[in-house]
């Protein structure tokens, strides 16, 4: 039983001299017209083809409805009945009767230009979807790899396409089912592509964390840079600038207040009266402390990190002996400045100031995050 040929063949049929030229020309003119769009296509500029544009280059194929009619009376045509039109079928077969590679790249993208707004019917935030393409991994979502131009992307995508079709995209006289496998093998690649980023994108989009970094971005060679360091670095300015008094609900949180203790009231005031003395040597401690979370957490590091991990982690911390030692030295001073009939443990004195200096970055990070 041999093969259906209808599309193939009333699109033979209508064809023109030099239609797949003024095809060419018309993509080229719409290249030329949107480059920004079409270099970019997805965070500052999203590529839009407007109907205007895509009746006028489906005219050029020259199918009346009654051709239409013919095509749509195919065994295959009800198969992809939805996604099948005149000018998608019409690019595809531009391509295998003339091998150049500019209307598969206008077919690929004519498709991602109709799926992103489906996918993106609302809330679209161009830095948050610059976060999303940044720290995806997945193939499907390559902008990174390929500088965040979709012109690229798609590029890629057809040189894939064209090095697994080979034979099938040089059958002149191409079958009805051939085509419409061709076809949906494009439109496949393009949806699961805008589907997967669309998902990392409202993941994000509605993280409370990467709504935290949006606050705190800081713009880098005119983009807007999200990163959870950003805002563990005003954690950490907000936590030295804390660190100008001394806090009588910090001190509570780290023990320094107990009554009738002789020992704690005199470390608590030895603190307070001195806490200019030993301010600079507090900064230094707190900023080894942030320091050293950070080395630990390594690439782990984030927002939702720091608010579930930090304060759990250092307060159990292993190998903080150097830490401890630049806490001595603090010790060392606020004792030499009492009564030295008053015993002190210094080993106690050390984990309240350390403790405190916990403390008072938790509490600082607070309304942050």
Known sequence: ???????????????????????????????????????????????????????????????????????????????????????????????????????????????????????FKRDYDRNIMRYTLENSADDRTDFKRYGMSLITVVNKKVDTYIAKFGKELSIKNIDDKTLRLLLQSILTRMNAMVKAISQKYYKNFYDKDVKIMMQYSKTQDGKQVLSPVNVIESVRERSIDNLAYPSEVILKMANFVAGGNLELATECKLLIDYWRQVQSGLVKVSNMILDDWIKRIGSRISVKAFRTEFLRTMSIARNVAYIMNEIDSIVNTLISKGNPTIKIERIEFRKRIYLYLLANMYMQSKDLI
């Open 1 to 119: 039983m041999s093969k259906s040929t209808v599309i193939i063949d009333v699109y033979n049929a209508c064809k023109v001299p030099n239609r797949d030229i003024e095809v060419a020309k018309k993509i080229n003119a719409f290249f030329k017209n949107n480059i920004q769009a079409v270099s970019d296509g997805i965070i500052n500029t999203t590529l839009k083809i407007s109907g205007t544009i895509r009746d006028d280059m489906a005219s050029s194929y020259h199918l009346s409805t009654a051709d239409w009619k013919k095509i749509q009376a195919s065994p295959e045509y009800s198969k992809f009945a939805n996604s099948a039109s005149i000018l998608k079928l019409g690019l595809l077969i531009s391509y295998i009767q003339t091998g150049s590679r500019i209307f598969l790249v206008f077919l690929f993208m004519l498709d991602y230009s109709a799926r992103m707004p489906k996918y």
